[in-house]
T-cell receptor, first 112, second 115 residues
Framework: DGGITQSPKYLFRKEGQNVTLSCEQN?????MYWYRQDPGQGLRLIYY???????QKGDIAEGYSVSREKKESFPLTVTSAQKNPTAFYLC???????????FGEGSRLTVL | AQSVTQPDIHITVSEGASLELRCNYS??????LFWYVQSPGQGLQLLLK??????LVQGIKGFEAEFKRSQSSFNLRKPSVHWSDAAEYFC?????????????FGSGTRLLVRP
């Protein structure tokens, strides 16, 4: 079955540590996205990529980094510069130009 | 700037009753509009979308939504709610972004279903 796989589902981090969240898709979609979800705030766009080796900042990119070396993969690194990293992170992909997103099941990051 | 407002944070309905979830958007042109549903701890699933044409769109799980340009609304409806519909519902508008679209989400409405 085609879809988006995020890992790990749960992750705990100590303050000052970088962590990387994995996102893999086998839908052959060109565009991929990372969203952050906090209670009562909906989803906010962190980074997006429309093609391999290219990506752009979204609305809340500070403290995050991404790479897009392969079409199928779009990992997100939450760096120690992110002041409030505890959140639910969602990866998505879409066919170019449609705006219709397909989501993974999310990764919950907790900073201890 | 584009924005989406879902005025109801929580809604409780009895099983079998009808449902309407409200969504208002702010966007300068003809919008792309979406409704997504999220079960606890899960990702989002697309319920339905409006790009153009017929303003009443049908989706999965018996949901429908009506685009009303004059009211800048895209309300979600279901004639008879099932207990399995309890979830959080997000309305979104698609805003052009380079050669693609960025979805701007509302803050969500949590639906509770009474037995």
């Amino acid at each position: 079955d085609g879809g988006i796989t995020q890992s790990p589902k749960y992750l705990f981090r100590k303050e000052g540590q970088n962590v990387t969240l994995s996102c893999e898709q086998n839908l052959n979609h060109d565009a991929m996205y990372w969203y952050r979800q906090d209670p009562g705030q909906g989803l906010r766009l962190i980074y997006y990529s429309q093609i391999v080796n290219d990506f752009q900042k979204g609305d809340i990119a500070e403290g995050y980094s991404v790479s897009r070396e392969k079409k199928e993969s779009f990992p997100l690194t939450v760096t120690s510069a992110q002041k409030n990293p505890t959140a639910f992170y969602l990866c998505a992909s879409s066919v170019q130009g449609t705006g219709e997103l397909f989501f993974g099941e999310g990764s919950r990051l907790t900073v201890l | 700037a584009q924005s989406v407002t879902q005025p109801d944070i929580h809604i409780t309905v009895s099983e079998g009753a009808s449902l309407e979830l409200r969504c208002n958007y702010s966007y300068g042109a003809t919008p792309y509009l979406f409704w997504y549903v999220q079960s606890p701890g899960q990702g989002l699933q697309l319920l339905l979308k409006y790009f153009s044409g017929d303003t009443l769109v049908q989706g999965i799980k018996g949901f429908e939504a009506e685009f009303k340009r004059s009211q800048s609304s895209f309300n979600l409806r279901k004639p008879s709610v099932h207990w399995s519909d309890a979830a959080e519902y997000f309305c979104a508008v698609g805003a052009p972004m380079d050669s693609s679209y960025k979805l701007i989400f509302g803050s969500g409405t949590r639906l509770l279903v009474r037995p």
